[in-house]
Structures are given as C-alpha cells and as structure tokens.
C-alpha cells in the first residue's frame, strides 16, 4: 500500500498568480477582494453558548491547509467547524474554500462567511479573534511565520495545529522550543503535521523494534528519489507580484521561506527513522550539488535547492543513520526507508512517507520468504493524516496533555543540519544549528505586502547559491552566498 495522500487536495495553489501546484484540484475565482475590504473589522466570535462544536480557522489555503482542514472536520470526535480562513493571496483562499465547500463529505461543515476571510499579513491576527480561547488555529504557511503565529495563538488561548518543518534556523528553533513550554503552562495542545509518528504500522513496527525484534539498531537509510519537484525550482522573477510574495508563492526555492526541498520534503524520512531508534543524531555530514538548471523547456530555475544531497548522520551511539534525496530526470527513482539490526532488519516505509505495510525480516534482505512480522491496521485507521487529527482532538476533548512542538523541532533542527552540512561541506553538529544565530528571516513579524523580500536576485535573476568548502558553517548567511 502507498503512503496515504489526503484526497483531492494533493495539489493546490502553489503560485500566486499561475496557480497550480502541490494539491491542484480546483481553480481560483477571485471572489475574495470584499473580504479584503473587511481585512481591518474586528469579528465577534461565532460560538454559541453551551455548544461543544470546536471552530477552526485556517491560517495558509494552499494545498496543505485545504487537506488539514478537511481532516479536522472528519474529526471521530465531532463535531468541528472551519469558521475563518487566512491567507496572504485571494484567489488561493478563494480557491480552497471552493474545494472545500464544494466537497460532499465536510461542506455542510462550514460556516466561513465573506466577513470571515482575510488577505494579508495580518490577516492571521482577525482569523484567530473569530475564534474563542479553547478553539483550534491551523498553521500551513510557509515555515518563517510559524513562530509569529504560534506567539499569538497563545496569546488568545487557542489550541493549535501547524504543519512541518517548524524553523529553518537556530533561531526559530530555540523562539518555538520556548513558547511550547508557554504552551503547555497554560495547557494548550498543540498538533504538528509529522504525519509518521500518528501511523498506526510504525507504532507497532517502532514498538517491535524497541522490544527488540531485529536486535540493535547498526544502521538506518531513507530514499526520496525523483524527478524534479515543480514546486521547488522556480523561473526568473517576473516583476509582478511584488518578490516577497513571488517568494512565498514559491517557497519551497528558498531555504528562509522552507529550508529547501531538504527540509520541507526529506524531514519525514528523518522523523520516522529517529521514531525508530528513539533517538536524534548529534552530527551530521554530507555531500549534494546542483546538476541541471534548465528545465527541458528551457527555463533557467534560479531556486536555492541542491538537486540531490547524501547525508550521514551520527547518533550518540556511533549509529548511523542515511538520507539521500534527489531530483532529476531519467534517475532511477527510490522512495522508501530501512532499518538494519543485528538480529535482523525492518522495512519502515514500504513507499512513500509512511507506505504500508512495515515489516520485520530475518537476515538483511526484506523478502517474502523471510518475513517476521506484517503491519495489520483497522481500516479507519488507516491514514496517518486523518490519525493526527483524531489524536489531537481527543487530546482537547479529554483534556490530555498533548503538545508536540518540542518533538516537532527536534525534527527540524534535525534536518536543517544534514542541510547545512551539505550546502557547507562541513561537520555541523545539532547543538551548533540548534544554537546558530543566523536569523534567515528577520523581521518576518513586521512583512507587509511592501516590504523586501530577506534575500534578493541578483541582475541576472539568479538567487544565492550554496558554496560548499568556500563558506564555512559560521558564515552560512543567505545574503554571504552567491
């Protein structure tokens, strides 16, 4: 079985002005410039007195979010309604609330009115004040606003989801670590979309291993291999809109907005492997490299991406655990992770994020004839996504204490390393990115539909570029790369 996607809502919306991207499934209609109008009114909340309906607002409609939203309304544990959208372009709000009205499962779950939809930077401010202290925020923006919002999300009592990775930079990281310890003070629980650790098959397979079904942990590998990500290589850019927001648009391109395809793309596969050695690497080490930069059409992609990266990271122990991702056409194509032990090894992912079925092996070659253990999984329980939903739900509903943010960046931070360590071609170690005090997006607090985008092309349109060997990991600024 394949890795779970949330139907409908795979690809939608990447491009602010060409929309058709990560979930495409509907098209924009532009009716959203009314609710911008109203962007600035103060709404009063929209909860009954003595209803137990959990209202969501949804702060970024792109593919993400559209596919987080619909989850939450699916909740076991109901019922929950969308009652406020954010975003920072109409016609990708427009266009998710489209998909999502229009779907027959959670439309008539909807109460998102024209005076509850909001466009601009502080549009996430009046979607959260529609919503009441206890209420869900749901986080899909590109990465740099996570710790802006989660500030306010706070402030206003509220529940939260957000989506992976949580920070790019040492920075975010160590901002968010300290406001999940505000979080948890004034219990609030809080959700991230590291899909992996909610599946059902990798909580029995993790738990096998720790039980110790294929003996010590000696080595780990994951694989995302294929051919170039549309969304994360971008073409010059146009003028039109302003380049934040063609920026944003694109953000995979650009490691402050994503931390590159590494981190947005990869950092599942590194979750899940850690899930299974309950542990996180102390260092890392890699290799990558940018190949092709033309697209078979001819345009020249002027993103910030390496197209393939091989990264070794060490555990406390000496284990060691490998990721390898690459784009690029005509390569061979591998997405799928292992475990090896001493006593045998484990397919973790049998295809995708989180394939299923797992599996455990005698010997280190995972065939049929050697099979120790197969995944079994109720059928409702199936998918990760809708998983991480009814947990969190449950976690709000029992009053349970729940909060996976400091799980969330340790992922990150995690990740961001084995990055570094490849656009640098140095040894970076977690309590160096972890305590880095590059800020890759200053000032993201202040962003308005006018302001400077944290790094600009330069005459030939090209962005900085990762040197490695020639910038040390002291100097991994964005603004020092060219």
């Known amino acids: 079985m394949k890795s779970p996607v949330r139907p409908n809502f795979e690809s939608i919306m990447n491009d602010s002005t060409n929309v058709s991207s990560r979930r495409e499934f509907i098209k924009t209609t532009g009716r959203v410039a009314a609710a911008s109008a109203l962007a600035g009114i103060a709404i009063p909340y929209v909860h009954a007195a003595g209803d137990d309906t959990l209202q969501v607002a949804l702060i970024g409609c792109g593919g993400r979010g559209t596919g987080a939203a619909k989850d939450a309304m699916m909740v076991k544990r109901g019922p929950v309604k969308l009652v406020a959208m954010a975003d920072v372009f109409d016609n990708r709000l427009d266009g998710s609330y489209e998909a999502l009205s229009g779907d027959h499962e959670c439309g008539s779950r909807m109460d998102v009115t024209p005076e509850r939809k909001f466009i601009g930077f502080d549009a996430y401010q009046h979607a959260m004040d529609c919503l009441k202290p206890g209420d869900v925020a749901i986080f899909t923006t590109p990465l740099a606003f996570r710790w802006v919002h989660f500030t306010y999300a706070i402030q206003k009592g509220l529940n939260v989801f957000m989506e992976k990775p949580l920070a ?6 160590r901002k ?4 999940a310890d505000e979080a948890t003070a004034k219990n609030l629980k809080v959700g991230v979309g590291l899909m992996s650790r909610h599946s059902r098959a990798l909580q029995q397979l993790s738990q096998r291993i720790q039980d110790g079904e294929i003996g010590d942990i000696i080595l780990m590998r994951g694989y995302r ?39 947005d793309f990869y950092i599942h596969h590194i979750d899940h492997l850690c899930m299974m050695k309950n542990a996180w690497p102390v260092k ?12 078979q059409e001819g345009a020249v992609w002027v993103d910030q991406n390496f197209d393939s990266y091989a990264v070794e990271y060490t555990f406390e122990d000496g284990t060691k655990m490998y990721m390898d991702g690459r784009c690029m056409v005509g390569a061979a194509e591998m997405y799928y992770s292992h475990a090896q032990g001493s006593k045998g090894m484990a397919v973790v992912s049998n295809g995708g994020d989180c394939g299923m079925p797992s599996s455990t092996h005698k010997g280190q070659n995972p065939r049929r004839d050697n099979v120790i253990w197969t995944s079994q999984v109720n059928e409702d329980e199936q998918n990760p996504y809708q998983n991480e939903w009814n947990d969190l739900v449950a976690a709000i509903r029992d009053d349970k204490a729940y909060n996976e943010v400091p799980r ?3 992922a990150s931070v995690v990740t961001s390393m084995g990055r570094m360590a490849a656009h640098t071609a140095q ?11 590059d800020v890759y997006a200053p000032g993201v607090e202040n962003f ?4 400077p985008p944290p790094v600009r092309s330069g005459p030939d349109g090209k962005y900085p570029v990762p040197m490695p060997g020639i910038l040390a990991h002291h100097e991994y600024k964005m603004g020092k790369m060219s």
């Open 168 to 173: 790019a930079d040492g920075s975010s990281a």
């Open 176 to 179: 968010l670590l300290k406001l």
């Open 225 to 263: 291999m294929a051919g170039p990500l549309a969304s994360a290589f971008s073409q010059k850019w146009p003028g039109n809109p302003s380049e934040l927001l063609w920026q944003i648009s694109r953000f995979h391109s650009f490691i402050w907005a994503s931390g590159g395809c590494f981190s």
């Open 284 to 295: 890392a080490q890699a290799l990558g490299g940018r190949h092709y930069r033309q697209s």
């Open 408 to 410: 969330g960046v340790k």
């Open 427 to 437: 040894e970076i170690t977690y309590d160096q990115m972890l305590n880095h005090e």
């Open 448 to 451: 308005t539909m006018d302001s």
